[in-house]
């Protein structure tokens, strides 16, 4: 029995060095991510055990230290972990009024070579699935003929750009689905895509 | 004429700022109006930048999060009114280095006497992406139910299932040293795991017999051997599944009643396993856990074996804040077996603040247990 544990023991030394070795960390503070891919390490993992909270509960540093907390529960990896305090981090931005001069300043342009479609499938997916059914509790069905796609471009353009929260959804779409990174451009593009697709 | 002291301060501010503009921004025609709404901008931004300057995230960060509970519960023998569980969790961390977690769970007894209990309390280093090593006083690894669900906020019903509390077959917690992450097993699969050694566990003795079996987190080895063991899982993303294997082994000291001789000693083992599957609004999931205790090495104690194992489907209805759960449950102790079946309707105010009312059955070899309408209000933060 006592060399058996020994070559456990040993086992579990050789596992853990083998891990530790494997990879260090980004060393970045405060961390950052990818928060398109961590919309679905997001919609993947935080339902595996308890609701899903909205991102606007907490403010950026708290979510750090919740994240922390879960990275150490859930079994994550550093970089979804990374990836979802991102994504959290720019869910929980109030939209800011803005006051623009013209409406010619507002920048319409698309981003080169980013389709509506990728768009979707990077940042929208996540939480309204491949088929548009919605795939994390209170997303909207877009292939019903009575969901929210019947509503006028301009309603679902500042529901893209500001953030909505559908009645009984236990969260709000953050503001560009929680990618800052997209145009108003690309949101036209993903509408579109919508329109055509679903 | 008179001319208003906002006018005033209208035509100055409107000078001040058209100086420091480009030229081409005037020369595109601003109109006073739309400088002072620039103006009124920068002052937004200034102090929103000032606000958020407050809050960029410092070396060490402090956080606290937990859970909390009020109850209702209505038997045969009456009704009561109590406090369930206030479980803050500390958590002092330096940058995404190392942290310090501790959780400390309040309760209230029937005399109205308040205890405190340090229900985990570890210091977590983080070394590389896919491994943390956890040392101190933590949940058990073993399962799914103890170290992830039993929350009040997180846990579906107002009760346990049986086996799975204190005294039951799934292992509570323990005091050593663990290491635990997740990894990639390519693009479909999510591994996690965790390996530990501690101090172990004990059975609760009467006479010989083993009654009970205890998993506290002993802060001393009291068997002089250390107990090792883990769990490993895999989560399939795309098909919402969870699946977990756990396994230990061991010995196990005897309480009896004080003084307690703790040299005596036996073997232990633990197997358990655990699933969870999504599809849209639903949840099920379920585990089994089995401790076995060893025959004292003179003979004198025969060995006994502790399992438990519950199933649990919830179901949240479509565009609403009401959610259907149903749970069964058995713990096979020496001597008894428990049956529990609890079935009740959740409102779920957000994602971690949930009223639960629910309608427990019962039921034990000697049909001593009662049958309970439970009411609980949880919340997490």
Known sequence: MKILNKRIYALMATTGL????????????????????????????????HNIRDGKELRDDQWIGTVMHMRVRAGLTGQDTRDILSFLQA????????????????????????????VYTQTCIACHGDDGKGVVPGA??????????????????????????????????????????????????????????? | MSISKRALTKTVLSIAIASALPAQLLAA???????????????QLQQQVAQAEEWKSPNTLIHMAGYADVNYVNTDAGSNFSTGTFAPIFHYQYKDKVMLEAEIAFTVNEMGETSAEMEYFTIDYFMTDYAIIVMGRFLSPLGQFRQNIHPSWINKLP????????????????????????????????ANYAVYTGNGVAGEVDANELEEAHSPGFNADLDGAKNYGGRFGLYLPDSK?????????????????????????????????????????????????????????????????FDATYVQVAYRFPSTK????????????????????TAGINYIFTGNVIAKVAYEANDNNAKTAEDKILVQMAYGF
């Open chain 2, 241 to 305: 599944v969870d699946l977990g294997l756990s396994w230990a082994t061991g010995k196990a000291a005897d309480i009896e009643d004080l003084p307690t001789d703790f040299t005596i000693k036996r073997d232990w083992d633990f197997i358990g396993a655990d699933f969870t599957w999504h599809l849209g609004g639903l949840d099920v999931r379920g585990e089994y856990v089995k401790q076995s205790y060893g025959e004292r090495a003179d003979g004198s104690s025969e060995g006994a074996d």
């Open chain 1, 140 to 198: 909207p069905d877009f292939t019903d003929n009575q969901g929210p796609l019947n509503k006028t471009d301009e309603e679902l353009m500042n529901s893209l750009i500001n953030g909505f929260q559908s009645p009984g959804s236990p969260m709000a779409m953050p503001a560009k689905g929680g990618n800052s990174a997209l145009t108003i451009g690309d949101l036209k593009n993903v509408l579109e895509y919508l329109k055509s697709t679903f």
């Open chain 2, 159 to 190: 009760s346990a299932p049986q086996g799975f509390g204190h005294g039951g077959a799934a292992p509570l917690a323990d005091v050593g040293i663990q290491v635990r992450g997740g990894f990639k097993m390519g693009s479909a699969i999510n």
């Open chain 1, 91 to 118: 869910s929980n931005n109030t939209p800011v009024k803005r006051i623009s001069r013209t409406k010619s300043r507002v920048s319409t342009e698309a981003t080169a070579g980013l389709t509506g479609k990728d």
């Open chain 2, 322 to 341: 009401w959610e259907a759960v149903a749970r069964t449950s058995t713990y096979n102790q020496p001597g008894d077996t428990l049956d529990r079946t």
């Open chain 2, 29 to 43: 025609g601003s109109s006073s109006e739309e400088i002072e709404a620039l103006w009124q901008t920068v002052e």
């Open chain 1, 18 to 49: 083998l891990l530790m070795s494997a990879n260090v960390q980004s060393g970045e503070w405060p961390p950052t991510g990818d928060a398109s891919k961590g919309a679905k390490a997001w919609s993947d993992n935080c339902g595996r055990c």
